[in-house]
């Protein structure tokens, strides 16, 4: 009896609360990637340790039957066959915050600037599913980009996914830094998000240092995966990206997302499907990149008031070849979108920047995402640059045309000048609507072509110096009442006088 009792008190004393720990050993290693058998319990990303010569963290991705696929965020030289993995229980995160505003990171958060430690307080999932149509609201406040083409003719919504896409030629990764300088303008400023993959590092640093000179990255997050880093880190920058973004949204506030770009996210997907094994498609990519991208872009969105109405705007980047906008990836995303920008190297080898081909290009919110004033002016002009295009290609055919034709081709053409910005140059909203308002409404068709673009910067220097009561109330009013069009005509005379035009 007293033997007995003496195991019952040693049962009572024996401590249940710790679990065993899970273990599994690695099978192969090969290129970023590992194959382990043991974890039968992990779960989809969560994070994972190899206990190797350093320990090194990993994400496991493919779970199957008998052995996991993971893939090694580190050095996968430290890392061989036998090696013991363990289980954290931890879904894969990244440090989120207003802290990381102003820092370039790599896609696991960590600090790439050498500015020193990033002390965070907030973590966000890599991955997360989106918001629901009811936690959701119509797109109808703009993002301004600064581009006239695309604020008058493609317009853009907080909280829209609007793809760029074109050839390696073309000028969409510039536009898109061009409408991160552009927020600097604007007065419900969102924070920006940057997310570089596959780009060689003195690409990444010139575009660093253009959004420094430009006071850009006090509002702005790099995310970095150059082209030195390995494939996971490819595949994960986008979605570090997105939970970045996701933080500012769900805290009420305005952001804006740039993934530049996603043909090589789509790479880094498809090398790291086939070393796992995964069974491949269409151009060897595996079954589910079209999930990849739909999971990724479903997250940008505009939150309803009760979700505190914050927003996510997306401009994801596809690289097109030969200007093939029908190849796989391409497709894919233009389905997931809400508009795209089609960059047309055709146009941009006659010179004009940014070479947006307005036909191919679309916007699915339209005018709901402009301003009454730019909706006022932009109208006509859609209208008059689809008859120009058309009657451009008539020429082609015809030697000579009546006097009005002749006339229409002109205005077109001079509206098309007008349109050509510089890189590095996007333009308040309350200046794009004076000068896009002087084109439709006749100001421009007495003037030589080849002077559209000094009758451009004087009118805007001669509002800005003369009458610059009237640039504020387009900005704060965002609207032409009939005492603003008297004002804008007569300082449009007045800012013109030495070409002679009247107006119409």
Same mark, same amino acid.
């Not at 061009?178 to 924070?191: F, G, H, S």
């Not at 770009?261 to 269409?282: C, F, M, N, Q, S």
């Not at 140059?425 to 309350?430: G, R, Y």
């Given at each position: 009896?007293?033997?007995?009792?003496?195991?019952?008190?040693?049962?009572?004393?024996?401590?249940?609360?710790?679990?065993?720990?899970?273990?599994?050993?690695?099978?192969?290693?090969?290129?970023?990637?590992?194959?382990?058998?043991?974890?039968?319990?992990?779960?989809?990303?969560?994070?994972?340790?190899?206990?190797?010569?350093?320990?090194?963290?990993?994400?496991?991705?493919?779970?199957? %039957?008998?052995?996991?696929?993971?893939?090694?965020?580190?050095?996968?030289?430290?890392?061989?066959?036998?090696?013991?993995?363990?289980?954290?229980?931890?879904?894969?995160?990244?440090?989120?915050?207003?802290?990381?505003?102003?820092?370039?990171?790599?896609?696991?958060?960590?600090?790439?600037?050498?500015?020193?430690?990033?002390?965070?307080?907030?973590?966000?999932?890599?991955?997360?599913?989106?918001?629901?149509?009811?936690?959701?609201?119509?797109?109808?406040?703009?993002? +301004?980009?600064?581009?006239?083409?695309?604020?008058?003719?493609?317009?853009?919504?907080?909280?829209?996914?609007?793809?760029?896409?074109?050839?390696?030629?073309?000028?969409?990764?510039? =536009?898109?830094?061009?409408?991160?300088?552009?927020?600097?303008?604007?007065?419900?400023?969102?924070?920006?998000?940057?997310?570089?993959?596959?780009?060689?590092?003195?690409?990444?640093?010139?575009?660093?240092?253009?959004?420094?000179?430009?006071?850009?990255?006090?509002?702005?997050?790099?995310?970095?995966?150059?082209?030195?880093?390995?494939?996971?880190?490819?595949?994960?920058?986008?979605?570090?990206?997105?939970?970045?973004?996701?933080?500012?949204?769900?805290?009420?506030?305005?952001? =804006?997302?740039?993934?530049?770009?996603?043909?090589? +996210?789509?790479?880094?997907?498809? %090398?790291?499907?086939?070393?796992?094994?995964?069974?491949?498609?269409?151009?060897?990519?595996?079954?589910?990149?079209?999930?990849? +991208?739909?999971?990724?872009?479903?997250?940008?969105?505009?939150?309803?008031?009760?979700?505190?109405?914050?927003?996510?705007?997306?401009?994801?980047?596809?690289?097109?070849?030969?200007?093939?906008?029908?190849?796989?990836?391409?497709?894919?995303?233009?389905?997931?979108?809400?508009?795209?920008?089609?960059?047309?190297?055709?146009?941009?080898?006659?010179?004009?920047?940014?070479?947006?081909?307005?036909?191919?290009?679309?916007?699915?919110?339209?005018?709901?995402?402009?301003?009454?004033?730019?909706?006022?002016?932009?109208?006509?002009?859609?209208?008059?640059?689809?008859?120009?295009?058309?009657?451009?290609?008539?020429?082609?055919?015809?030697?000579?045309?009546?006097?009005?034709?002749?006339?229409?081709?002109?205005?077109?053409?001079?509206?098309?000048?007008?349109?050509?910005?510089?890189?590095?140059?996007?333009?308040?909203?309350?200046? %794009?609507?004076?000068?896009?308002?002087?084109?439709?409404?006749?100001?421009?068709?007495?003037?030589?072509?080849?002077?559209?673009?000094?009758?451009?910067?004087?009118?805007?220097?001669?509002?800005?110096?003369?009458?610059?009561?009237?640039?504020?109330?387009?900005?704060?009013?965002?609207?032409?009442?009939?005492?603003?069009?008297? %004002?804008?005509?007569?300082?449009?005379?007045?800012? =013109?006088?030495?070409?002679?035009?009247?107006?119409?």
């Amino acid at each position: 009896m007293e033997i007995l009792d003496y195991l019952k008190k040693e049962i009572e004393n024996l401590d249940f609360s710790s679990q065993k720990e899970e273990v599994g050993q690695v099978i192969e290693v090969k290129d970023g990637t590992a194959k382990i058998s043991g974890l039968l319990d992990v779960c989809s990303m969560e994070i994972i340790k190899f206990e190797g010569e350093e320990e090194t963290l990993g994400i496991a991705l493919s779970l199957e %039957e008998s052995e996991v696929g993971a893939i090694i965020l580190g050095k996968d030289s430290k890392i061989k066959q036998g090696d013991i993995v363990k289980r954290t229980g931890k879904v894969a995160s990244v440090p989120v915050g207003e802290e990381m505003i102003g820092r370039v990171i790599d896609p696991l958060g960590r600090p790439l600037d050498g500015k020193g430690k990033i002390n965070f307080k907030d973590s966000g999932l890599i991955e997360k599913i989106g918001p629901s149509v009811i936690e959701r609201e119509p797109v109808d406040y703009p993002l +301004h980009t600064g581009i006239k083409i695309v604020d008058s003719l493609i317009p853009i919504g907080r909280g829209q996914r609007e793809l760029l896409l074109g050839d390696r030629i073309s000028t969409k990764s510039s =536009l898109a830094i061009d409408v991160i300088l552009n927020q600097k303008n604007e007065a419900k400023r969102p924070v920006c998000i940057y997310v570089a993959i596959g780009q060689k590092r003195s690409k990444l640093a010139r575009t660093i240092e253009i959004l420094e000179k430009n006071g850009a990255m006090e509002y702005t997050i790099v995310v970095a995966a150059t082209s030195s880093d390995p494939a996971p880190f490819w595949y994960l920058a986008p979605y570090c990206g997105a939970a970045q973004g996701e933080y500012f949204m769900n805290a009420g506030k305005d952001a =804006l997302v740039i993934y530049d770009d996603l043909t090589k +996210h789509a790479w880094a997907w498809r %090398e790291v499907a086939l070393i796992l094994r995964r069974p491949p498609g269409r151009e060897a990519y595996p079954g589910d990149i079209f999930y990849l +991208h739909s999971r990724l872009l479903e997250r940008a969105a505009r939150l309803s008031k009760e979700k505190g109405g914050g927003s996510l705007t997306a401009l994801p980047i596809i690289e097109t070849q030969g200007g093939d906008i029908t190849a796989y990836i391409p497709t894919n995303v233009i389905s997931i979108t809400d508009g795209q920008l089609f960059f047309d190297a055709g146009l941009y080898l006659k010179g004009q920047r940014p070479e947006v081909n307005v036909g191919l290009s679309v916007s699915r919110v339209g005018s709901a995402a402009q301003t009454k004033a730019m909706k006022k002016i932009s109208s006509t002009l859609k209208l008059e640059l689809a008859q120009f295009k058309e009657l451009e290609a008539f020429l082609e055919f015809a030697e000579e045309v009546d006097q009005e034709t002749k006339e229409k081709i002109q205005r077109g053409q001079r509206m098309m000048m007008l349109l050509r910005q510089e890189e590095r140059a996007p333009l308040p909203f309350e200046k %794009e609507v004076l000068v896009i308002f002087a084109a439709v409404k006749g100001w421009l068709d007495k003037i030589e072509l080849s002077q559209v673009k000094q009758a451009e910067n004087d009118i805007i220097e001669y509002f800005e110096s003369i009458k610059p009561g009237v640039l504020k109330e387009i900005k704060e009013s965002r609207d032409i009442s009939t005492e603003l069009r008297s %004002e804008l005509e007569k300082g449009l005379r007045e800012a =013109l006088q030495k070409y002679e035009v009247k107006g119409n």
